[in-house]
């Protein structure tokens, strides 16, 4: 069974930096991308950024790139996700997920993780 867990979430202030990470079981690391996502209330799940089983290369949000950084360590079966400057806006659940395409959609993923709050306060 494919699991993906969160860690790292919680209450920061504006300009802080935090980093997230997603441990997952080994069979998802050597074959999928992952990808973290964000949902605020009250909006729909958003795509923050995804990166291929290599690593090789990855893609953020626009609104994102500049703060947000995505990297793998396959060795640890674990994605991260920092971030950096963070904003009252940036507060949300943010999921990991798995699957096999590297798509800016939900739908593009298998497999989620059960989301970490961040909550960013000014």
């Known amino acids: 069974q494919v699991q993906l867990e969160e860690t790292g979430g919680g209450l920061v202030q504006v300009g802080d930096s935090l980093r997230l990470s997603c441990a997952g079981s080994g069979s998802i690391f050597s074959t999928h991308v992952m990808g973290w996502f964000r949902q605020a209330p009250g909006k729909e799940r958003e795509f923050v950024a995804s990166?291929?089983?290599?690593?090789?290369?990855?893609n953020v949000a626009d609104s994102l790139r500049g703060r947000f950084t995505i990297s793998r360590d396959n060795a640890k079966n674990t994605v991260y996700l920092q971030m950096s400057n963070l904003k009252p806006e940036d507060t949300a659940v943010y999921y990991c997920a798995a699957g096999f395409r590297a798509g800016p959609y939900s739908r593009d993923y298998n497999y989620w993780g059960q989301g970490t709050q961040v909550t960013v306060s000014s």
């Open positions: 990166i291929p089983w290599r690593g090789t290369s990855t």
